[in-house]
């Protein structure tokens, strides 16, 4: 089944504005994207209120709509909304998982064994596989909410990692911490989990630029 034109033009909207390709604060040109994203205004419409939902867009009333902005504070709340959220998700995934989230999550292993080495350095792909990592997660939580908030939070961490310069950390580094948390959620191990899904976030990039920016804010203060 083919995407609609809408969920393409909201995937890669929201890849460029997380990639800070449409950096924060810059104003939306409906006809270039038009244009740049092959769609006509209505699927362009409607992705943007999708990414306006998440937080990732802002409505300038009749100047249309920019990317939203970003400050240390924004990153700070995010990032500690985030590490509890999905820290509670993964201890839920190993209470509730299923067969069928398990066979999903050796699948997910298996893809990036395969795949690692001839995607390395693809930034596109490292993003991609660490999003699915996270929503795999969240859908053997057995919540119907977790993917939801999860989905925005994701978005706007990555993105201050991107307008904060500061490196993500790739797949290849990553995979022995999705191992352990996916062990994990295998044995049931419900406090494993979490501990596991706190390293993960606890060495992460968006720790370090969260702590920076509360740095920066009390020298001003």
Request: net charge neutral.
């Amino acid at each position: 089944m083919s995407k609609r034109k809408s969920d393409e033009a909201y995937g890669e909207l929201r890849r460029r504005i997380m990639l800070a390709e449409l950096p924060p604060n810059s104003l939306l040109d409906e006809k270039t994207l038009q244009q740049s994203l092959d769609c006509g205004r209505t699927p362009l419409r409607e992705a943007i209120l999708r990414l306006a939902q998440e937080g990732l867009v802002m409505s300038m009333g009749r100047r249309g709509y920019a990317v939203a902005g970003a400050t240390p504070e924004d990153l700070q709340r995010g990032y500690e909304l985030r590490r509890e959220l999905e820290t509670f998700i993964a201890g839920l995934a190993a209470e509730r998982r299923t067969p069928e989230d398990m066979e999903r999550l050796d699948a997910f292993l298996a893809k990036i064994e395969a795949e690692m080495e001839t995607h390395e350095g693809n930034v596109t792909w490292e993003l991609s596989i660490d999003e699915q990592f996270h929503s795999l997660i969240a859908r053997a939580s057995g919540n119907q909410f977790a993917q939801r908030y999860l989905d925005s939070l994701y978005g706007l961490s990555v993105r201050s990692l991107y307008v904060s310069q500061v490196p993500i950390t790739f797949v290849r580094e990553e995979f022995d911490t999705y191992r352990l948390l996916i062990d994990a959620v295998r044995m049931r191990d419900s406090a494993a989990a979490r501990a596991a899904m706190t390293a993960h976030l606890t060495v992460s990039p968006i720790k370090a630029i969260a702590q920076k920016g509360l740095r920066d804010k009390a020298k001003v203060s």
